[in-house]
C-alpha cells in the first residue's frame, strides 16, 4: 500500500500521560497536514508543513502539543499531559506539492484514535 | 471564521433513490470546493472537486455537485444510489484569493447516507 501510513492505529492512555503519533505521507510528497476530528464533527486543521518546515499552526494547537517533521518525511505529534478533551481522531494528509497547495488532492492517512481515560 | 454547513445529518434511502446533500460555506471570497467520502472502516477520500470552470463538475462513481456562487452552495447529488454508497459524506472549502497560499480545507460535519438494498 503506498497511501498515508499511520501508527498507531488506536491508542488509550491515562490523563496525564504523554503520547506520539507518527504519520509517514505518501513518498515525495512535501506537504504534510494534521487535523482532528472528535465525534460528529468534521476534521479540524491542526497543523501544516511544507517539507521540514512548520508553516501554520491552528489555535487548537495549545502549548501541550508539538508536530515536527524533521527530514521533510514522516511526521510527529506529540501531545503532552493528555487531558479527557484530547479524545479525537488524529488525521494526517499529504500533498504532492507540485502545484498549488489550494487545489492539489490531500490524501489522508487511516487516522490515529485516541481515548484518554 | 469560515464555516461550512451541512443541513442533513443523517439521510436514509432506498436502493435506486435519489440523492442530494447540502452543503453552504459562509466565506464571502473566492473559494475551492470538496466533496470527501469515508466509507465504513476507510480513510477519507476524494469524491470531486471545483475550482473554476464549468459549477457543474463530475466525481466518482456517478457524484457530481453543482456550485451556486449567489447562494454559497455546493450541493453533491446522484441521479440513483447504491447499496455500496452507504458512507459518511464531507464538504470541505479552501479560500482562494489572491495571495492565498494555505491548503487548509474547512469541513462541515458531515452527513451520514444510509443505502438500504
Known amino acids: 500500500d503506498t497511501g498515508v501510513s499511520q501508527d498507531p492505529r488506536h491508542k488509550i492512555t491515562k490523563r496525564g500521560q504523554n503520547v506520539t503519533f507518527r504519520c509517514d505521507p505518501i513518498s515525495e510528497h512535501n506537504r504534510l497536514y494534521w487535523y482532528r476530528?472528535?465525534?460528529g464533527q468534521g476534521?479540524?486543521?491542526?497543523?501544516?508543513f511544507q517539507n521540514e518546515a512548520q508553516l501554520e499552526k491552528s489555535r487548537l494547537l495549545s502549548d501541550r502539543f508539538s508536530a515536527e517533521r524533521p527530514k521533510g518525511s514522516f511526521s510527529t505529534l506529540e501531545i503532552q499531559r493528555t487531558e479527557q478533551g484530547d479524545s479525537a481522531m488524529y488525521?494526517?494528509?499529504?500533498?504532492?506539492?507540485v502545484a498549488g497547495a489550494l487545489q492539489e488532492t490531500q490524501y489522508?492517512?487511516?487516522?490515529?484514535?485516541l481515548l484518554v481515560l | 471564521a469560515q464555516s461550512v454547513s451541512q443541513h442533513n445529518h443523517h439521510v436514509i434511502l432506498s436502493e435506486a433513490a435519489s440523492l442530494e446533500l447540502g452543503c453552504n460555506y459562509s466565506y464571502g471570497g473566492t473559494v475551492n470546493l470538496f466533496w470527501y467520502v469515508q466509507y465504513p472502516g476507510q480513510h477519507l477520500q476524494l469524491l470531486l472537486k471545483y475550482f473554476s470552470g464549468d459549477p457543474l463538475v463530475k466525481g466518482i462513481k456517478g457524484f457530481e455537485a453543482e456550485f451556486i456562487?449567489?447562494?454559497?452552495?455546493f450541493n453533491l447529488r446522484k441521479?440513483?444510489?447504491q447499496w455500496s454508497d452507504t458512507a459518511e459524506y464531507f464538504c470541505a472549502v479552501i479560500?482562494?484569493?489572491r495571495g492565498s497560499t494555505l491548503g487548509r480545507l474547512y469541513f462541515g460535519r458531515g452527513t451520514q447516507l444510509t443505502v438500504w438494498p
Open chain 1, 43 to 48: 476534521p479540524e486543521f491542526l497543523t501544516y
Open chain 1, 91 to 97: 488525521l494526517c494528509a499529504s500533498q504532492e506539492g
Open chain 1, 37 to 39: 476530528q472528535t465525534l
Open chain 1, 108 to 113: 489522508f492517512g487511516p487516522g490515529t484514535r
Open chain 2, 69 to 73: 456562487k449567489s447562494k454559497f452552495s
Open chain 2, 95 to 97: 479560500p482562494a484569493d
Open chain 2, 79 to 81: 441521479p440513483s444510489v
